[in-house]
């Protein structure tokens, strides 16, 4: 019988209390060794606290923490192969380059010696595309390049897991484009466990290759971008990762029907009141055809694709996502335009309301 294979992170019914608050509910979490995992969820859903307990600023009220198949409960940071990339890189003003990302193996018993340290920094630089940059001052550098000098100081140590607690919120969109594909090329390379936590859908989803979402302290689900796009567990899920359009219906017999008793297409097993969930890029709008009627009331260009709000009675408004390869300028639907929306009924997801 071949041997269990050890995750390079467990969490085994971990929870945290501060007071009469349960930031983390009783979770189980298994990271296989080499993934790059996503917590993504609100503000409040407990993610910056799981983050926190595998670095080990803080300590579980009950359950443990696993890396490497060894439980760290009540072993401090600095004595934990885990580095972390910070919000705001937290990097020394004082010191240069070579200074800030060698200052973690400076720190450690016994010595290294110089010439050692100095080699890993090297190595770090060039990994992240700094390796002239070495005796630069923090302050002289761009936000991307400031990134890429806290990525450095993390990786130096060769950590067997990375944290990295939102690390591209502070940059400009395609700039958080760039370092997203270098973090991609970075963990690759490196080949170590990546856990990035977030509240940016589409960084999780283009990132990981595990995503967790959580809610209220707990995990609602945990599986790859494509799985928790495409079969979202439940309502929340489905509302969070992407955009989701919410229908009112009454389920009988399987069939979907309105409020006004207009069956809907799709169907589901479940029965009484529920929410039809449909993703707007699922739908297809025309001028004219069969399907729901409707008015367009805004349309918002951007670029590769049109996002159109369209007024459905009996539904009220529905987003559309139309991609725009291969049209041209006349396809475009103005406000105000009657237009009919149509969709494979099995795009729909049905879920309890």
């Known amino acids: 019988m071949a041997p269990e294979a ?44 799981c983050l926190r307990m595998i670095g080990g600023f803080e300590q579980p009220t009950e359950g443990e923490v696993r890396i490497a198949g060894q439980v760290v409960n009540g072993i401090p940071a600095y004595q934990r192969p885990v580095n972390m990339v910070f919000q705001h890189y937290a990097l020394f003003p004082h010191m240069n380059v070579a200074e800030n990302v060698g200052y973690g193996l400076r720190q450690m018993r016994p010595r290294l010696p110089s010439t050692e ?125 992407g955009k989701t359009n919410r229908i009112p219906v009454t389920v009988d017999g399987g069939v979907l029907r309105l409020a006004d008793g207009r069956a809907l297409p799709g169907a589901s097993a479940l029965h009484g009141s529920a929410i039809a969930a449909l993703r707007p890029e699922a739908i297809r709008i025309a001028r004219a055809g069969d399907g729901l009627p409707g008015t367009v009331t805004h349309r918002i260009f951007l670029g590769s694709f049109a996002e159109y709000a369209v007024a459905v009675p009996g539904i009220g408004d529905i987003l559309v996502t139309t991609d725009r390869r291969g049209a041209t300028e006349a396809d475009l639907i103005a406000p105000g335009e009657a237009v009919c929306l149509t969709y494979d009924p099995a795009a729909v997801l049905v879920f309890p309301q």
């Open 117 to 241: 340290i100095d080699r890993r920094v090297g190595e770090a630089l060039e990994m992240v595309r700094l390796g002239s940059f070495a005796k630069r001052r923090t302050h002289e550098m761009s936000g991307g390049q400031q990134q890429r000098v806290a990525l450095a100081r993390a990786i130096v140590n060769r950590p067997k897991i990375l944290l990295l607690d939102e690390p591209l919120a502070a940059l400009d969109k395609k700039l958080r484009g760039d370092m997203q594909l270098e973090l991609l090329q970075l963990q690759r390379e490196l080949g170590i466990t990546f856990v990035l936590v977030t509240h940016d859908q589409e960084e999780a989803l283009s990132m990981a290759d595990l995503v967790c979402v959580m809610s209220a302290g707990r995990i609602s689900q945990l599986g790859t971008p494509q799985e928790v796009y495409d079969h979202p567990t439940d309502l929340f899920v489905a509302d969070f990762v």
């Open 6 to 49: 050890i995750s390079d992170l467990e969490f085994r019914h971990l929870t945290k209390r501060y007071g009469e608050v349960e930031a983390v509910s009783g979770i189980d979490l298994s990271v296989p060794k080499g993934a790059f995992l996503a917590i993504l969820g609100p503000s409040g859903c407990g993610k910056t606290t």
